[in-house]
């Protein structure tokens, strides 16, 4: 495989000069995709979406028609756009709020007209000061040109959008615990059934919570066409997605390809992308979708950028950051990292992922340290067993949310792939890599 000739569809204003401000987008056809929508009628701009096959951009992969198919009868409905991205090396809502905010607010417009929601929230992550100012001065460009608040361009469409700045905390990127913060409470993930927001979401009410990516399709899918987008990419993987490429290469950054039609290895070597691994070194293992996806190895570097043959291979597309790692990495080292940091972000509901995620944070640190002895690796599966039963995938789940069931892919796969490794750090009592 190799690139195709498909065009950004996201990110097709980055390095426009002043992209984040109202001109600019005007100068670029912004808005462009809102009017033809509100010549429609609602239910046909969501067909639209559903013949596009969009798949959510923020990490489960759920088709977003469908999702906004499965939107309660009571009223009020809201909408969420989920901003508060924080999955450690994912960097593409980052990119799209500071440098595109007006195209997040098209596609929220477009979201809320096509499922009736009565007001709309973009949360974002409150470390994203820039971005914060961006969203919030484009928010009040939109008014000032009346593409939001009352009767927006002309129509009988009205609706009331609040940029809401987030605490800081990894679990609010989950949606129940974005609500609860929402609502002004501590970010606690809500048991999944009964509130499914959709059902019962932000103050009790019905609620649609798309990711920043997601939203920012909208504008072109409208204006082009659910077909024209589907038409991109192969299967339920259409169109155009973000990955966010770091690690050991020598161009990490934000990359939107095509999906389906492009290969870990072109992501990671292509010139226009990755560039190649850095210093010339050789590919150890990659992480083919956040911190929480099962590894990947070299001989896996062929498979496309798609979301269900990467199911099928035991992992996931996830948040879209592809994490790679080189010869000179220790593995031990790297899962215990991404270990500790579910470990300080677990909001400590559940006992599994509040005592599990430290127990086997405290047995990688002995073993990285020198400290560790054989049979920690029984104990380690031992105390994941406990927080995923039978470490398959996806995980089984002991929790409310995906955190604890995220904890042990790392470790399993780490050990699974680099057992020699671990033993190494053991028999030695050191880590080889120093």
Known sequence: MALTDARPIVTRRIGV??????????????????????TMKPEDVASEVITASLLGRGGAGF????????????????????????????FKDHMLIENDPHQIIEGTLICAYAVGAAQAFIFVRGEFALGLERMTAALNEAYAHGAAGRNILGSDFSLDVVVHPGAGAYICGEETALIESL???????RIKPPFFPAAIGLYGQPTIVNNVETVSNLPWIVEHGGSSFAALGEGRSAGTRIFSLSGHVNRPGNYEVEMNKVTFRDLIEHPELGGGMRNGNQLKAFIPGGASAP???????????????????????????????DDTTCMVRAAWRITRFFHRESCGQCTPCREGSGWVDKVMRRIEDGGGREEDLDLLFDVLDNIAPGLSWPPRQTTICVLGPSIPSSI????????????????EGACPYG
């Open 295 to 325: 590894w990947f190895g070299p001989d896996q570097v062929d498979m496309p950028l798609d979301q269900d043959a990467v199911g099928k291979a035991g992992s996931m597309l996830g948040s879209g950051s592809v994490i790679v790692m």
């Open 17 to 38: 000069p002043n992209s984040w401000t109202l001109q600019s987008y005007l100068d670029t056809g912004g808005y462009a995709g809102l009017r033809k929508a509100l």
């Open 63 to 90: 088709e977003a028609g469908k999702k906004w198919s499965m939107l309660g009868k009571g009223r009020p409905a809201y909408l969420v756009v989920n901003g508060d991205e924080s999955e450690p090396a994912t």
């Open 183 to 189: 609502e002004g409470k501590r970010g606690f993930p």
């Open 412 to 427: 399993t796969s780490a050990i699974r792939m680099f057992r020699d490794e671990f033993l190494t750090h053991i028999k």
